[in-house]
T-cell receptor, first 118, second 115 residues
Framework: NAGVMQNPRHLVRRRGQEARLRCSPM?????VYWYRQLPEEGLKFMVY????????ESGMPKERFSAEFPKEGPSILRIQQVVRGDSAAYFC????????????????FGPGTRLTVL | AQKVTQAQTEISVVEKEDVTLDCVYE???????LFWYKQPPSGELVFLIR??????QNEISGRYSWNFQKSTSSFNFTITASQVVDSAVYFC????????????FGAGTRLFVKA
């Protein structure tokens, strides 16, 4: 049973370009979370999605960032017009049920995508 | 508000020494979960333990042990007889209803184990 898959593992973009990060949750998981880890810091929550729905985007920057989790295919985190401050590791996690389900709220993390903005 | 504090930014030990990583958390929830993750130099996150707020029993897994004390809001992690392969950043994290069960991470403690 494959774990959470993220690609690409490393992504280099120039300022002003777009970055698209993909996350395929574990088989049977329909809940996806994105976290950002700035250099030398802990992970910070960005967004929580279920299939075709954004449940909580309280951690997403107001501009340039968007996320989706379509009915078919991976979840996508999209960063438009990247700036140097977007350089970070972006982690995706998935869970089998709603994270608010107390007994089954374990999240499984992917290996992360390291974004470097030149 | 929910918060996780890992006061130790870096710890350096010599192999075979025991080392304790501190974690203090803040939450108003009565039901919450605490976690420890390891992030080796390769960068991935390795899940170590999840503990719910109703279970204060200490846990031991091989050379790892965890001490959960609700009275002091602490969830400390001890590595016994440390090894070079234990060198990593260790994150303590909290998940509770107030935060919509998002996982709140501490800033991490970087552990160096020297041969």
């Amino acid at each position: 049973n494959a774990g959470v898959m993220q690609n690409p593992r490393h992504l280099v973009r120039r300022r002003g370009q777009e970055a698209r990060l993909r996350c395929s949750p574990m088989k049977g998981h329909s809940h996806v979370y994105w976290y950002r880890q700035l250099p030398e810091e802990g992970l910070k929550f960005m967004v929580y999605l279920q299939k075709e729905n954004i449940i909580d985007e309280s951690g997403m920057p107001k501009e340039r960032f968007s996320a989706e989790f379509p009915k078919e295919g991976p979840s996508i985190l999209r960063i438009q017009q990247v700036v140097r401050g977007d350089s970070a590791a972006y982690f995706c996690a998935s869970s089998p049920q709603d994270i608010r389900d107390l007994k089954n709220n374990e999240q499984f993390f992917g290996p992360g995508t390291r974004l470097t903005v030149l | 508000a929910q918060k996780v504090t890992q006061a130790q930014t870096e710890i350096s030990v010599v192999e075979k020494e025991d080392v304790t990583l501190d974690c203090v958390y803040e939450t108003r929830d009565t039901t919450y979960y605490l976690f420890w993750y390891k992030q080796p130099p390769s960068g991935e996150l390795v899940f170590l333990i999840r503990r719910n707020s109703f279970d204060e029993q200490n846990e031991i897994s091989g050379r790892y042990s965890w001490n959960f004390q609700k009275s002091t809001s602490s969830f400390n992690f001890t590595i016994t007889a440390s090894q070079v392969v234990d060198s990593a950043v260790y994150f303590c994290a909290l998940s509770g209803i107030t935060g919509g069960f998002k996982t709140i991470f501490g800033a991490g403690t970087r552990l160096f184990v020297k041969a």
